[in-house]
T-cell receptor, first 114, second 114 residues
């Protein structure tokens, strides 16, 4: 599992409330990613990070912000949750070996916005 | 544009071979991946193939790549009930900023029946 944990694993919240999801890795990987998974869409990239304090937007970044103050933690924040953000959120790291880069995923956080 | 397409469902009998197909659009893909997702779990890397290869075999898994047609397939020999899962095809594209962007298909749900 490449030493990736996510917390919480499940969360129910109300529309308009802020929510922060945490991704923690123990193997000093430089690149970290946040995806959301929705039926019929596969996984879509929200934001990614290429180092401490270095982040950039993915394809579905509206309504989300991220922070990376330490190598091991990548936080995803929904400033004001909406029902359209009900989804399963996956964190990933990438590992390079022999010139080939592979992404490994955490167990996911299931978020329900009522 | 970037797009990865897969059929949504496949049903096979235990012991038969399963073939899951995928098409992609970006000819600059460097690697193509197959991930497996079991219910309630994250994505598990199954196998990958470099874009200059035609075939890769790994135990019961065979990956075939037709670069001309941009077609990727995953064959699972002697399919077992434990192979029931959602299988995601993904292509890797080198993105500005130096990271590899993964584009996922929507996933193929494989159901194995006795």
């Amino acid at each position: 599992d490449a030493g990736i944990t996510q917390s919480p694993r499940h969360k129910v919240t109300e529309t308009g409330t802020p929510v922060t999801l945490r991704c923690h890795q123990t193997e000093n990987h430089r690149y970290m990613y946040w995806y959301r998974q929705d039926p019929g869409h596969g996984l879509r990239l929200i934001h990614y990070s290429y180092g401490v304090k270095d982040t950039d937007k993915g394809e579905v970044s509206d309504g989300y912000s991220v922070s990376r103050s330490k190598t091991e933690d990548f936080l995803l924040t929904l400033e004001s949750a909406t029902s359209s953000q009900t989804s399963v959120y996956f964190c990933a790291i990438s590992e390079t070996s022999g010139g080939q880069e592979t992404q490994y995923f955490g167990p996911g956080t299931r978020l329900l916005v009522l | 544009g970037e797009d990865v397409e897969q059929s949504l469902f496949l049903s096979v009998r235990e012991g038969d071979s399963s073939v899951i197909n995928c098409t992609y659009t970006d000819s600059s893909s460097t690697y193509l991946y197959w991930y497996k997702q079991e219910p309630g779990a994250g994505l598990q890397l199954l196998t990958y193939i470099f874009s200059n290869m035609d075939m890769k075999q790994d135990q019961r898994l065979t990956v075939l790549l037709n670069k001309k047609d941009k077609h990727l397939s995953l064959r699972i020999a002697d399919t077992q009930t434990g192979d029931s899962a959602i299988y995601f095809c993904a292509e890797s594209i080198l993105f500005s900023g130096g990271y590899n962007k993964l584009i996922f298909g929507a996933g193929t749900r494989l159901a194995v029946h006795p």
